[in-house]
């Protein structure tokens, strides 16, 4: 549309059956045309921050600042612009999975090169737009990338190398964070004044047996070939979790293969420290156990190097998707791990949500109790844990295309006829009882401030 290129997404939409009833993202919420409905909805919830992504493909076409497309920068300078003036402050991610399929055919994330020409693009973007965007990320939810996209297939861009390409594609989504941090830093910072993190996403996990050793052992392994993978790192020693490097080179040691965990070069930046809040991404919260003979002797995979079986507590209530257990005192739990683990820095959780399937239910009573009992955890995350949290982001404002679910998901603030050609939106309980929270946020804040 208008000159932008493919993304892997493009590709793997169109690819039968690899979408939920092959549904594609071509036109999906039509954001891109329909912008001035999508502002209403935001001043409707009267907002003060919008997290948004920008399409990689849609500004630079191949994924190379060879060729820009000037009605891509146009489109993104008149969301900006409009927020801006709507009093709203724009939180900005680079790459929200839709690698242009250009660099995809040249390696994509497996690629050494696409360090260097991430940090292409995320100078163009902060060239172009950071005169009024301060708070940036770079990626989105590296781990889905990796994992979902490399290991198992069931994301763009659908390989299934087991135990070997998710950890290199991993690995260059850091270099290429921190080459894009480092950049800004170096370049933008000064003159700029913002902030560059990287939205990092995680269940929280508990032993399924408290009083097993191995379960409790097995619980800290997922966390760290989690959330760990890419927040060790960045917030706390410059490389990959200890036990995480252990498991992964005895398991090639067994199998008789090669390195699979890539090392940091000392000729590049280090990743350790490259990030100015931490921006979190929660769901859902499981219960683990220690795996045990479920894969083949010399077998590589992921699941076997974790060493670990996340499951549902079967008393947990299900938001929708099958997967999306509600747990929100998990979302404590988790940020006072992250603050007691990683980082003092601000917290931004900048995706929670809750999900529906089935018949459209605008008075969505499920939905208004999870936003309540979530607050409410994140209240006493800060007034009794001390965390420091600065934000938070629902997703979503729309109901949207849900990557391989399609639109048989929906998590939005506001409802998305798509059986319409005006794609007519129409507010949730949800949405209404969310705009009431900000409204009374808002008024305390103003009246502490009088």
Not at 84 to 111: E, R
Not at 384 to 408: I, P, R, T
């Amino acid at each position: 549309m208008e000159g932008k290129g493919p993304s892997i997404w493009d590709t793997f939409c169109h690819a039968k059956g690899k979408v939920f009833e092959d549904q594609t993202g071509d036109v999906a919420c039509n954001s891109y045309q329909l912008w001035e409905e999508d502002l209403k909805c935001i001043q409707r919830l009267g907002l003060s921050h919008l997290r948004l992504s920008m399409s990689w493909s849609r500004l630079l076409p191949d994924g190379t600042t060879n060729h820009v497309n000037l009605k891509g920068v146009e489109y993104y300078n008149k969301v900006i612009d409009d927020l801006i003036a709507c009093n709203v402050t724009p939180m900005v991610t680079l790459y929200h999975f839709d690698l242009p399929q250009a660099l995809q055919d040249s390696g994509g994330w497996k690629w050494t090169e696409i360090a260097d020409i991430f940090e292409s693009y995320a100078r163009f973007c902060f060239q172009t737009y950071g005169d009024r965007v301060k708070f940036w990320t770079t990626l989105n939810e590296p781990y889905i990338c990796a994992k979902l996209g490399h290991e198992d297939g069931i994301f763009a861009p659908g390989i299934k190398e087991p135990g070997t390409s998710a950890y290199l594609a991993g690995h260059n989504m850091l270099r290429a964070h921190t080459k894009a941090w480092h950049c800004y830093n170096s370049h933008f910072r000064r003159l700029q004044g913002g902030k560059v993190s990287l939205n990092l996403n995680t269940d929280w996990a508990e032993p399924l047996d408290p009083g097993c050793l191995q379960d409790v052992a097995a619980t800290e392994r997922y966390m760290a070939f989690s959330l760990g993978w890419f927040a060790c790192p960045v917030f706390c020693t410059g490389d990959y979790p200890e036990s995480m490097r252990a498991r992964i080179e005895a398991g090639s040691l067994e199998s008789g293969y090669g390195p699979r965990l890539p090392r940091f070069s000392k000729d590049e930046p280090s990743p350790l420290g490259t990030a100015d809040f931490f921006a979190l991404n929660y769901y859902t919260t499981r219960k683990v156990k220690d795996l045990k003979g479920a894969c083949k002797s010399g077998e590589l995979s992921f699941i076997r190097d974790q060493g670990a079986e996340a499951v549902i507590n079967p008393s947990w209530p299900i938001s929708g998707v099958h997967w999306l257990a509600v747990v929100p005192d998990g979302l404590r739990k988790l940020l006072k791990h992250i603050k007691d683990t990683y980082t003092s820095l601000p917290i931004y959780i900048t995706e929670n949500g809750f999900s529906q399937i089935g018949p459209v239910q605008i008075e969505d009573d499920d939905r208004c109790h999870f936003y309540q009992k979530t607050l409410q955890e994140i209240g006493k995350a800060i007034s009794q844990d001390g965390v420091n949290v600065k934000g938070y982001f629902a997703w979503s404002l729309l109901d949207n295309f849900e990557w391989a679910d399609g639109f048989s998901v929906r998590f939005g603030l506001f409802h998305v006829d798509l059986s319409t050609p005006e794609l007519k939106r129409t507010i949730y309980r949800s949405g209404r009882e969310y705009a009431a929270v900000i409204s009374k946020h808002r008024t305390q804040t103003n009246s502490k401030t009088v």
